[in-house]
């Protein structure tokens, strides 16, 4: 595989522009503090950025699309809040020595990912460099009543517990500035509204970034009695975990594969058009996100959606062309029934199966009746009507004739709200591109 750098987008390059004008002032800020530095210094600085540059070599897989790097995040809030790891030496680092430090390895480590052909994700690890930067700023830099919160640890002999506290308090902060960061962007990429993107950045990290806050502190703690063998000492237990992390994503990632291997089944036994699947799961999961969906149910609605016409393997003769749009009623019921069936025996898959079973319920039963009906079942709905319709094309005839079809059914099948998120979906796909049909990534 060759090496390749996440496109970036106008949201991106305005996070990275932020983490580098933090970066840059920080140079400008410590350069007479950089000539001073004793060997002492220079010791601690030196241990702390290979830690981070390791760290951003070694990643890990996140749940949904991202890597993020904790071995290098927990060595940076460390290093953020240290303070006697320089024990002998005139003074403590400065912050903007501190930030200008981290954004050295934080390169190294990407130039090592990146020459070994893996991607690096500039975004991540520019918020990530953010919320450092204020860590250290509110630990070594912020006046609190006249002093800062590293001069006033050095006056606490008694009470190590408060210091603690105070650093998990530091710490926190910083990464929440990071998930904030992420949230916003993550919301404007995916076109969700912003609270929905900060809260699923929010609710992603939270396991992960508690153990990482912690792994700072005790970092920084430890260095008083330890020295520098704090750092190695204890990422070691977060390496270990990791290690479990990534068992346990592994097996979600073959999960998912099982998933999309069974999506395809229809399309190899000649049901369905080549990548039909895929294709109304991708314009589901854009459709979700207009919506403001919370992760979970997107997950939910893209494994329903890439298995929404596994009904069809029971049939004797497929549908021509594999449009379920265009068969009879209780055709589509059957079908819709069958696939939730054979999910159902899974085991796993109950809430897909549900999911599966009421897609083809006619949005008028809400409106009408006051049938509970799932957003995702609606939304799977749409989605497949749209590329029954197009037949995957993206020619803006077939869009139009398409959209002019499901315009149609408009509040007796298909639900006004989600036909209203596929036309800014498909507005939005034309105006970056022309994927009008469910093309491109998500």
Not at 163 to 177: E, F, H, I, P, T
Request: hydrophobic share 50%; glycine share 10%; proline share 3%.
């Amino acid at each position: 595989m060759s090496p390749r750098l996440v496109r970036q987008q106008p949201v991106s390059r305005a996070v990275i522009g932020l983490a580098g004008g933090v970066a840059g002032l920080s140079l400008l800020w410590s350069l007479d503090d950089l000539t001073r530095l004793g060997e002492t210094h220079l010791l601690a600085v030196g241990v702390f950025m290979g830690a981070i540059a390791l760290g951003e070599v070694v990643r890990v897989a996140g749940f949904l699309r991202r890597k993020s790097a904790p071995l290098s995040t927990a060595a940076a809030m460390g290093f953020a809040m240290t303070s006697e790891a320089t024990v002998g030496a005139s003074g403590h680092l400065p912050s903007s020595v501190i930030v200008v430090a981290t954004a050295v390895a934080m390169g190294v480590g990407a130039v090592g990912r990146w020459s070994t052909g893996r991607s690096v994700d500039a975004v991540q690890m520019s918020a990530r460099l953010v919320g450092v930067s204020v860590t250290s700023f509110l630990y070594r830099r912020a006046d609190f009543g006249g002093t800062t919160i590293l001069d006033w640890q050095a006056g606490v002999t008694h009470d190590r517990w408060l210091v603690a506290l105070v650093m998990l308090a530091v710490c926190s902060a910083g990464m929440v500035v990071t998930m904030l960061i992420l949230g916003i962007w993550r919301a404007r990429i995916d076109h969700t509204p912003l609270g929905r993107g900060i809260r699923d950045e929010l609710a992603e990290n939270l396991v992960l970034t508690s153990a990482l806050i912690t792994s700072s502190a005790l970092i920084a703690l430890a260095e008083r009695p330890l020295g520098i063998v704090a750092v190695p000492l204890f990422l070691f237990p977060l390496m270990l975990t990791l290690f479990a992390v990534r068992r346990f994503i592994a097996v979600r990632l073959t999960y998912r594969q099982t998933i999309e291997a069974l999506s395809r089944l229809t399309e190899l036994s000649g049901y369905t058009r080549s990548h039909h699947a895929s294709r109304v799961a991708r314009l589901a999961l854009s459709i979700g996100r207009e919506l403001g969906m919370p992760q979970r149910e997107v997950e939910e609605l893209e494994r329903a959606a890439l298995l929404h016409d596994l009904g069809q393997v029971a049939l004797r003769e497929p549908i021509p062309g594999g449009a379920t749009v265009l068969a009879a009623p209780a055709d589509q019921i059957r079908m819709a029934h069958d696939g939730a069936e054979i999910v159902r025996q899974t085991g796993v898959l109950d809430g897909v199966a549900a999911l599966l079973e009421a897609q083809t319920t006619p949005y008028r039963q809400v409106r009408e009746f006051g049938e509970q009906l799932p957003m995702a079942s609606r939304i799977i709905k749409v989605a497949n009507a749209f590329d029954d319709l197009t037949a995957g094309s993206r020619s803006r005839d077939q869009v139009d004739a398409a959209m002019e079809r499901i315009h149609l059914g408009l509040g007796y099948e298909y639900d006004p709200t989600v036909v209203d998120a596929l036309t800014r979906v498909l507005a939005r796909r034309k105006r970056v591109g022309g994927h009008a049909a469910g093309g491109g990534t998500t």
